[in-house]
């Protein structure tokens, strides 16, 4: 699994990472959390905290499981949207969950929830939501008489992002990022539809994209020949003792027979080879090596898909002369 096609996912981790190594080098975790109560209601700082808190993970752990499930649940999900809806998404339920985190300090503040810790758990769950609408499981399996899929384990995983800081602000976190995706996908308000302007994609392609390296994955050749039969080493033993005892009538009588039908039976595996390669065509790839295609295969099939690059398109004209 890489991150092919998933470069808005590959931003994120790295973001989130670096963000958050970041506040820990400088000692600034107490920046990057939602608190109700002094920051919001008596220090009056809450324009800048509810967007901040997004920004970095005040734990390592909350930040090693995040990166987790954005790598193994964030990819799928994009390749299931395309980068640009996956983009938008983001942006949208990022703003969602501010405002109802905002909303749910305020109304259950007396129940206890006055804390919510840093990081974005709740686009974490609002992509895990899309996940399991859009992601079939590949196999089930029973323990102890419970059906489970592989998505149970990222599952598993998440349970234990939504309860690392109890009692309950992670977890409420987490219940907001589902709600958040369950607005998204339910097109109540018309979130669905919006998509990032043009001038920023390009921007993003432009200048941060190149900042993250390339996401293709390592190009593995799909042609394979059989090895050529080893040599079977010849026996000098009878030879230098013929020679030393004096005896080299080696070919009269019975040993001469059979010395004669080896010599025949080798022969034959041999022609039989020779034949078998020349239907196969392993003789002539031997012999020629691998064609080098002309510059009007290359020239014609660029201009067919000018998404490829020539080393890829020239790679496929070799392995495709071979047969």
């Known amino acids: 699994m890489s991150f092919e096609h998933a470069p808005v996912t590959k931003g994120l981790i790295c973001t989130s990472a670096l963000t958050s190594i970041a506040v820990g080098l400088f000692d600034v975790k107490h920046y990057f959390h939602l608190q109700l109560v002094p920051h919001i209601s008596r220090d009056h700082q809450q324009y800048w905290r509810l967007g901040a808190h997004h920004l970095a993970f005040t734990s390592s752990t909350d930040l090693f499981i995040a990166v987790l499930l954005f790598f193994y649940v964030g990819v799928e999900v994009e390749r299931q949207f395309g980068s640009i809806k996956y983009g938008s998404f983001a942006l949208v339920a990022t703003l969602i969950s501010t405002l109802l985190e905002f909303s749910a300090l305020l109304l259950f503040n007396r129940l206890g929830l006055n804390f919510i810790p840093g990081g974005p758990i709740a686009l974490v769950f609002a992509v895990l939501y899309q996940y399991s609408r859009v992601i079939p499981s590949v196999y089930r399996f029973r323990v102890f008489g419970i059906t489970l899929s592989n998505k149970s384990f990222v599952y598993l995983l998440a349970l234990q992002l939504a309860v690392s800081t109890l009692p309950g602000s992670a977890a409420a976190a987490a219940i907001i990022g589902v709600l958040s995706g369950q ?5 109540l308000i018309g979130f669905n539809a919006y998509r990032v302007s043009p001038p920023t994609i390009r921007f993003c392609s432009t200048y941060l994209q190149p900042l993250l390296g390339s996401s293709r994955p390592p190009r ?16 000098t033993a009878r030879t230098i003792q ?13 040993q001469g027979i059979r010395t004669s039908m080896q010599s025949v039976r080798t022969s034959g595996g041999a022609v039989m080879r020779e034949f078998v390669s020349g239907l196969t065509g392993r003789a002539d790839r031997d012999r020629v090596g691998v064609r080098i295609p002309p510059e009007s295969e290359v020239v014609q099939l660029t201009t067919m898909f000018p998404d490829l690059g020539r080393d890829v398109v020239v790679g496929t004209l070799q392995r495709r002369c071979v047969f």
């Open 183 to 187: 607005l998204y996908r339910s097109d």
């Open 220 to 235: 593995r050749t799909n042609l394979a020949l059989p090895e050529a039969p080893a040599e079977e080493p010849v026996s």
């Open 242 to 254: 013929s020679g030393l005892t004096g005896t080299q009538d080696a070919f009269t009588g019975d």
